[in-house]
T-cell receptor, first 112, second 112 residues
Framework: SQTIHQWPATLVQPVGSPLSLECTVEGTSNPNLYWYRQAAGRGLQLLFYSVGIGQISSEVPQNLSASRPQDRQFILSSKKLLLSDSGFYLC???????????FGDGTRLSIL | KNEVEQSPQNLTAQEGEFITINCSYSVGISALHWLQQHPGGGIVSLFMLSSGKKKHGRLIATINIQEKHSSLHITASHPRDSAVYICAVSPSPFYNTDKLIFGTGTRLQVFP
């Protein structure tokens, strides 16, 4: 069966520090991968998605970047965090577009 | 106006009650998703449907494509059903995007 792992579960970082959140999927190959952010009291917002290694689509211009160095690994990064980067970050995968998405447990990021 | 609207925003119920959550959308879609987000933040995909009705245990999802409306029903509600229920749509290929469009969610609390 397929599983998705996302870590860390919680993270507290100072403004201006770098960020690296990692997501890995097991039990499937060539999945679509997604990074979402959920700000407090807001709906889910798609940040990045990837249909293959090295292929990243950015949905929202921002302070963040994503990379897919391996087929089942998706990394969300920032060189310098802003206060507005606080939120709940979720990774998800699907077999193809227009297929159900399966979510990780999320990372709660607080910027001080 | 959001492209995906949910109602109500908040819902409280007594254990055993029949619950209905509504979702209306304004774009052409290829599929509609119902997701459940538990208090810890983790998200589970409940249903993906493009027509008719689907049932899983005490949960029933219906969609009316002509009216651009979907409902999620919970029969014999239980406190463990307490969560945020999120409606999301996959826009039709006409829109040339893989991006899901999310509603802001319905927060359900079921009291014993």
């Amino acid at each position: 069966s397929q599983t998705i792992h996302q870590w860390p579960a919680t993270l507290v970082q100072p403004v201006g520090s770098p960020l690296s959140l990692e997501c890995t999927v097991e039990g499937t190959s060539n999945p679509n991968l997604y990074w979402y952010r959920q700000a407090a009291g807001r709906g889910l917002q798609l940040l990045f998605y990837s249909v293959g290694i090295g292929q990243i689509s950015s949905e929202v211009p921002q302070n963040l970047s994503a990379s897919r160095p391996q087929d089942r690994q998706f990394i969300l990064s920032s060189k310098k965090l802003l206060l507005s980067d606080s939120g709940f970050y979720l990774c998800a995968w699907s077999r193809q577009s227009n297929q159900p998405q399966h979510f990780g447990d999320g990372t709660r990021l607080s910027i001080l | 106006k959001n492209e995906v609207e949910q109602s109500p925003q908040n819902l409280t119920a007594q254990e055993g009650e029949f619950i209905t959550i509504n979702c209306s959308y304004s774009v052409g879609i290829s599929a509609l998703h119902w997701l459940q987000q538990h208090p810890g933040g983790g998200i589970v995909s409940l249903f993906m449907l493009s027509s008719g009705k689907k049932k899983h245990g005490r949960l029933i999802a219906t969609i009316n494509i002509q009216e651009k409306h979907s409902s999620l029903h919970i029969t014999a509600s239980h406190p463990r059903d307490s969560a945020v229920y999120i409606c999301a749509v996959s826009p039709s290929p006409f829109y040339n995007t893989d991006k899901l469009i999310f509603g802001t969610g319905t927060r359900l609390q079921v009291f014993p």
